[in-house]
């Protein structure tokens, strides 16, 4: 990454989305035993990411950045993360692999994998990260696409899902979700399983969509829980349809050679290989800037990632 160079800006207006977040017992209650069900985690290898930690910063600015204007009323209380460090966790990271190298072949090279939020209740978070996904429940708010687990890749569509707690909390899983093929769910529909082969998974609409369907029977293996927030804020009393309109922030301008070295802390380095060939080519001119952020959000894999990074570098 010593080659890019420092004379490029662009102000970059990426869908707010997922972030990836966990927490649990060392969130602070009221009561020594309120948290039970989180100090239970630690066992499952869940580890708290401390305040200025680079992944706490990125966590927690995506988090908040996907709230919107709303994210100056929300209080991040704690962010843990799956270390999978158990035997239990990393069988299904293996089997999440496994699944996604499989998905890989089936789809010509692209396993459309994605971050994506979950809310629910603290015991069914525990229960989810613990032992995996045992039911499928109705989302809690805007329509039901069939049934199977709705995931959201902007964490505003699903955080009414995140039901408050005894002390006031609320708590979101980020997941990596595996999606290959997707076909379109009408709202209200009651399919469980793709229509034919050649789809995976589903979705509210092909081209912009807000939630991500995965079914029963690919569940445990193509989700993956990697972070869990815990935040208190006084927007869940309202409606969401009204949250949903209130306007982003504007996005400041950055240098594209500082969100890349940023970036190149989370991505693969295969995947920053890539990025460096088309950031060349738009250095040279090959390619319009237009074309370079499209490819730049194909290869980032999900939008919710370039704009945390995004973040931290306008915040530096």
């Known amino acids: 990454m010593d080659q890019l160079g420092d004379d490029d800006q662009v102000s970059m207006t990426i869908e ?4 990836l977040f966990s927490s649990d017992s060392e969130v602070e209650s009221p009561s020594p035993t309120s948290n039970c ?4 985690l630690k066992r ?5 990411l401390e305040e200025r930690d680079q992944e706490h910063d990125l966590i927690k600015a995506g988090f908040l950045s996907g709230m919107g204007q709303l994210g100056n009323e929300i209080e991040v209380v704690a962010i843990h993360k799956n270390s999978r460090s158990t035997i239990l966790g990393q069988a299904r990271s293996e089997s999440f692999r496994i699944y996604s190298e499989a998905m890989q072949k089936k789809c010509g ?3 459309n994998i994605k971050y994506a939020w979950i809310g629910s209740s603290k ?3 525990c229960k989810i990260i613990s032992h995996g996904f045992s039911t499928i429940t109705e989302p809690k708010s805007g329509n039901c696409f069939g049934n199977g687990v709705h995931l959201y890749p902007t964490n505003i569509d699903g955080v009414f899902s995140a039901v408050e707690d005894e002390n006031g909390l609320r708590h979101m899983l980020l997941c990596r979700v595996i999606l290959g093929n997707t076909e379109v769910i009408e709202a209200s529909s009651k399919q469980f399983q793709p229509t034919c082969q050649d789809f995976d998974s589903g979705v509210d609409n092909y081209f912009a969509p807000k939630t991500y369907i995965i079914w029963p029977s690919n569940m445990n293996s193509h989700i993956l829980p990697i972070f869990l927030v815990s935040f208190k804020g006084p927007l869940l009393l309202g409606n969401s349809s009204k949250i949903k309109k209130i306007p982003l922030n504007p996005t400041p301008r950055i240098k594209f050679s500082n ?4 970036l190149s802390n989370f991505l693969h380095p295969s995947r920053m290989v890539l990025i460096s060939k088309i950031y060349e080519d738009f250095q040279k001119n090959k390619i319009s800037k237009m074309v370079f952020v499209q490819k730049l959000r194909q290869i980032a894999g ?6 945390s990074c995004h973040d931290i570098v306008s915040k530096h």
């Open 109 to 111: 090279g692209d396993a």
């Open 302 to 307: 999900d939008t919710s990632l370039l704009k």
């Open 37 to 40: 069900h989180f100090r239970s």
């Open 259 to 262: 969100l890349l070295r940023v």
């Open 44 to 48: 499952n290898g869940i580890i708290k």
């Open 123 to 125: 015991d069914e978070i």
């Open 16 to 19: 707010s989305g997922e972030i």
